[in-house]
């Protein structure tokens, strides 16, 4: 698949990022912080995020975002900081 998007409620995300992927999110209700390269940025609804591949990003507060991400985020491209080197499916 060349992409996919969905509706998705955020109660705070975990640091991660992707390798191959590119997210977008738009905020559709709510209001708090996504970090990208170490620096909080706020958002409420309309705004817009661009995650490119690579970037740590994590989120606080509680939003409903459309994500869109291209590709298609797959199970073996979500990775946390601390193990750079392996995903979660095989952790």
Do not use: Q
Request: net charge negative; glycine share 8%; hydrophobic share 40%.
């Amino acid at each position: 698949m060349a992409a996919w998007a969905h509706v998705v409620d955020i109660d705070g995300a975990r640091e991660h990022y992707h390798k191959r992927s590119t997210e977008l999110y738009y905020v559709l209700e709510g209001e708090g912080t996504v970090t990208l390269y170490g620096v909080e940025n706020p958002v409420r609804k309309g705004s817009i995020v661009h995650i490119p591949p690579g970037v740590v990003h994590s989120a606080k507060g509680r939003v409903r975002v459309l994500v869109v991400g291209i590709p298609d985020i797959a199970d073996d491209d979500l990775f946390f900081p601390e193990s750079k080197d392996s995903n979660t499916a095989k952790a």
